[in-house]
């Protein structure tokens, strides 16, 4: 399934209003990594409080030990600070990379703003290296529009 044909379910699963937000992100991981096949772990991380870190929200994938993440570390910490979309083609070559899996080999992530704040960030990792393009990109910030909508 192509990523535009996706956008209408993405959008029909987080307009369930009778579904619980959470749930509702959960459902929307579970569908990216389905049906994408380089999409081998998929997460939310949001602004945990008043505090510079990130805390986990819904994911699927490979538990992680990454639950809380100061801002700063690693690639979605990078991006808490910066609000900019950061692509790692191979994650062995990032310094401020936090380890996950050894099968991870690229990672994308990609801010969600709500009223112009940076509120947290949909986390993609792959366990084959490079396979992310610019359609990717551009897919995953129309999720995070849509994700900012119910938040």
Known sequence: MSLEELKPQIQSILNDSESEVNNRLFMVCELLEAHIDYYN???FYFKNGDKNELKLGPYVGEPTDHTIIPFGKGICGQVAVSSENFVVPDVHAQDNYLSCSITVKAEIVVPIFVNGENIGQID??????DPFTEADERF???????VAKIL
């Open 41 to 43: 772990w998929v997460g």
């Open 124 to 129: 993609i990792d792959s366990s084959t290296i």
């Open 140 to 146: 995953l910030e129309f999720v995070c529009k849509e």
